[in-house]
């Protein structure tokens, strides 16, 4: 699950209570309340420590007896969430009401940092992005409408950092990247982040499912979910490659997913 505790700052409008720094949370401020120097926080789990891992997920029914619509998003669980920070719809798949479907979605851990794009509710793009490991930090610069992440280097221990020296208050995502993609899937966006300020993470891979048909791929979640997860996994848990069963139970309506 992600957390996101406040944390004690200095800054020009406002101060954050101070709480503990937990294994799995994220440390989170307000950029636009700052002066030079405060952090929002992302760690990637000790398994990064031998790469990478992968996790390839399929999701399959046959004969669910209604066609409904699922939806996967990260798993947060904070305090002020949807007012500077939001969860990013991963996917979104569509399984009938009679015979078999599948959809497949693979989650690789290696994380990234994009300055993001924002069109009509939705993260459209990366207007530039960088591969970033635990412990390592990036900063992030603009000359003549070009923007940049330098390359990363080594930072503190057990979180990554990315600093906003555009000029300029910025939107940021983190995301991850697959093999063979150029950009990153965003995962959380981050609305806001004022010139000078640095953002820095912990991230624990913890995927939700929902069922709707409310959103789209790529949505900007704005505020929570209105029904309720039927499933939840923290993904470094997992198999590299997992199968879940998608079902109905006719006399209740509700839906579940088991491993098969």
Known sequence: MIRISSVRYRGTKETLAESQNKEGELKLFNPRSISTTSTLCISQ??????????????????????????????????EGLYEDVFPIVWKVSKFGK??????????????????????????????????????????????????????????????LQAQNHTGSVQEIAVGFVNRGDFMPTPVLYFSDVGDGSRVTAK??????????????????LRGQVDTPAIWSQDLTGLGQNTTWNLSRDASTGRYTLTHA
């Open 203 to 220: 991230f624990t891979p913890v995927l939700r499912a929902y069922i709707t048909s409310d959103y789209e791929e790529t949505s900007i």
């Open 45 to 78: 789990s000790e398994t990064m420590t031998a790469g990478p891992f992968v996790r390839n997920l399929t999701f399959q029914s046959h004969d669910l007896g209604k066609e409904v619509t699922i939806m996967l998003a990260w798993s947060p669980n904070v």
């Open 98 to 159: 009679s015979g078999p479907y599948r959809a497949t979605a693979t989650y690789t851990a290696q994380l990234a940092f994009s300055r993001a794009q924002v069109e009509s509710g939705k993260v459209i793009s990366a207007a530039t992005s960088v591969n970033i490991n635990n412990s390592e930090k990036t900063t992030l610069t603009e000359a003549n409408d070009v923007y940049h992440f330098s390359p990363p280097q080594a930072g503190t221990s057990g979180i």
